[in-house]
């Protein structure tokens, strides 16, 4: 079946802390993977793509890993900034349906 | 300034009312999308459109529905045989439903709260 986890639910840090969010996946055929950062009431915003052959991407303080061995996606935020509170989530794209499965995010909230 | 528009930005149903949810984009892109969003679940598709005067049903299609007359217009329609309609509504648009993946990044507008009172 084809789904998308991420963990944890919900995180908060301090202000300037690095934090990491997990997403797994058993979404096939895999076409690509991207991570989204959605404000609260607002719409999603892209941050990253990923795709097979791709390990590492960075966009700013932003650094998200793929591991299409495994199924396992990463996103790392460095130095948190108070306007980094929001929810990420992942987004998985089947090559043979074209659909999107979305994950059902990480709610952040970084603290002063 | 090019982008992706949905309006209104909160809307209120009564019981046994139809309601119309609007999309623009002036992207240029073929394919839009109509999501619904609630709490603790992922996106869900309600409908999808690749092409002007064409459009399929997603996962949730029941008790929606959508015309797509223009390329840069997608408007959703919330029917009373929606039984829980209460919720976020996303739309989406890329370049192409069936692209690379540079022409499948989808990018959203600002969302619809409906709520129904």
């Known amino acids: ?112 | 300034d090019g982008g992706i528009t949905q309006s209104p930005k909160y809307l209120f149903r009564k019981e046994g009312q139809n309601v119309t949810l609007s999309c623009e984009q002036n992207l240029n892109h073929d394919a839009m999308y109509w999501y619904r969003q609630d709490p603790g679940q992922g996106l869900r598709l309600i409908y999808y459109s690749q092409i002007v005067n064409d459009f399929q049903k997603g996962d949730i299609a029941e008790g929606y529905s959508v015309s797509r007359e223009k390329k840069e217009s997608f408007p959703l329609t919330v029917t009373s045989a929606q039984k829980n309609p209460t919720a976020f509504y996303l739309c989406a648009s890329s370049k192409e439903h069936r692209g690379g993946v540079f022409s499948t990044e989808a990018f959203f507008g600002q969302g619809t709260r409906l709520t129904v009172v």
Not at chain 1, 37 to 63: A, C, H, W
Not at chain 1, 87 to 99: A, M, P, Q
């Open chain 1, 1 to 112: 079946k084809n789904q998308v986890e991420q963990s944890p639910q919900s995180l908060i840090i301090l202000e300037g802390k690095n934090c990491t969010l997990q997403c797994n996946y058993t979404v096939s055929p895999f076409s690509n993977l991207r991570w989204y950062k959605q404000d609260t009431g607002r719409g999603p915003v892209s941050l990253t793509i990923m795709t097979f052959s791709e390990n590492t991407k960075s966009n700013g303080r932003y650094t998200a890993t793929l591991d299409a061995d495994t199924k396992q996606s990463s996103l790392h935020i460095t130095a948190s900034q108070l306007s980094d509170s929001a929810s990420y989530i992942c987004v998985v794209r089947n090559s043979g349906t074209y659909k999107y499965i979305f994950g059902t995010g990480t709610r952040l909230k970084v603290l002063a």
